[in-house]
């Protein structure tokens, strides 16, 4: 038996997320599909890094599956295109140890929203951006995302119906540039709670506008109020860009 750790990259609009659900198409079911038809394995199963939502998309999903098929670690990349529709591709696959879990063992994880700014939509850019027509100020939502650095309880920034304890989180880094039509945020922490990043980004948008005075995002933090903070934006414009463990992208790469 040995365990494989892949980089996967989709375009998470067909599929209802990451996450295998009974009556609904997921990336995790077509993955766990194709590597059945390829290993011959009835029971194999996915572990994936970041259970990314229903139209969102992935650059550098990281999971992991134990097999006991003979084929070389590598050659899994090279093997599973033709198994998988277009919208799922894997980047890189190889042998890991046997302890090594894609979701437990991530150290620090990159998501980029992308707002497309401009009167107009755009037809090429609509499922990998969030359309908005009102003028941004880059600036502003810029220095408004700094309050997010730092170890904070970010409560406020969890969708109603989660279920997670523990509700304090570490970020990084965060920003937001402005390219031609395309305002950019990215941002990178220990972790992130259910819908936290599209909060942000809604947060951002109506800031942006003039719609919410500055200092949203330090008042939230402050009085523990979803109601201090904007609405959830869209799905489509947010992207997992990266996961990083312990030593590095490839501190799993042995044997």
């Given amino acids: 038996m040995r365990r494989i750790r892949m980089i996967v990259e989709y375009d998470g609009t067909a599929y209802s997320g990451w996450q295998r659900q009974a009556n609904a198409v997921s990336v995790q079911e077509k993955l766990e599909e194709a590597l059945r038809k390829l290993t011959g394995e009835k029971e194999l199963f ?11 998309h992935a650059f550098s999903q990281n999971v992991h599956f134990d097999t006991n098929c003979r084929i070389p670690a590598d050659k899994f990349a090279y093997a599973l295109p033709a198994l998988l529709p277009e919208d799922i591709r894997v980047r890189a696959s190889f042998r890991v140890r046997d302890d090594f879990h894609a979701r437990f063992h991530a150290k620090r994880k990159q998501y980029r929203y992308v707002f497309y700014n401009s009167p107009h939509a755009s037809a090429m850019y609509r499922n990998l951006s969030a359309h908005v027509m009102y003028p941004l100020d880059e600036e502003a939502m810029n220095r408004e995302v700094k309050s997010m650095i730092g170890t904070h309880d970010f409560a406020p920034f969890a969708a109603s119906g989660s279920e997670v304890k523990d509700t ?3 970020i990084y880094s965060a920003g937001v540039k402005r390219d031609g039509d395309f305002v950019v945020l990215t941002v990178e922490g220990n972790g992130f709670l259910y819908n936290m990043v599209r909060i942000l980004a809604g947060t951002l948008i109506h800031v942006g506008c003039g719609k919410l005075e500055k200092g949203a995002i330090a008042r939230a933090l402050t009085s523990m109020s979803r109601l201090d903070l904007g609405v959830t934006a869209p799905a489509r414009g947010l992207t997992l860009m990266r996961i990083d463990y312990e030593n590095g992208d490839a501190v799993e790469d042995v044997l």
């Fill in 168 to 170: 304090t989180r570490t």
């Fill in 46 to 56: 996915v572990v994936g890094a970041s259970r990314t939502d229903a139209g969102v």
